[in-house]
């Protein structure tokens, strides 16, 4: 791994965790303590992402042939719950509502975050 991946992963945990620190600051029932448990969930949610998505779309491959955006919510619900269970100081008040609010959130947050990130850096 070369020097330019690593600064590309160490800025996608960043923002993850800049994403997920802002998400508890709002009415989403995602609760984090401190950015240091954002930070810790934003690898939390890396390493989930990297062992248990792939496990998870392939078993729900059939499912995701016949409706392909539910099974993404759903395996998103999933790694965002199991963060929450796994690392302490991150919550979700509301259970499955949070889970969803909060993964609905990051995504639109990461996205505009990456977006903004990569005109300041074209500019």
Partial sequence: MGTEEIVRLI?????????L???????????????NIALTSSAIFGLLNVVIRPVLNTL?????????????????????????????GFRLRWGLWSALIGSLGL??????LYELLSKGIAS
């Fill in 21 to 35: 620190f802002i998400i508890s600051k709002l009415p989403t029932g995602v609760e984090i303590d401190n950015f």
């Fill in 107 to 112: 995504t639109f947050i990461n996205s505009f």
């Fill in 60 to 88: 729900a491959l059939p499912a995701n042939i016949l409706v392909p955006g539910l099974v993404t919510l759903v395996v998103n619900l999933i790694i965002f719950g199991l963060a929450a269970w796994l690392v302490s």
């Fill in 11 to 19: 800025v996608l945990w960043l923002i993850t965790a800049v994403s």
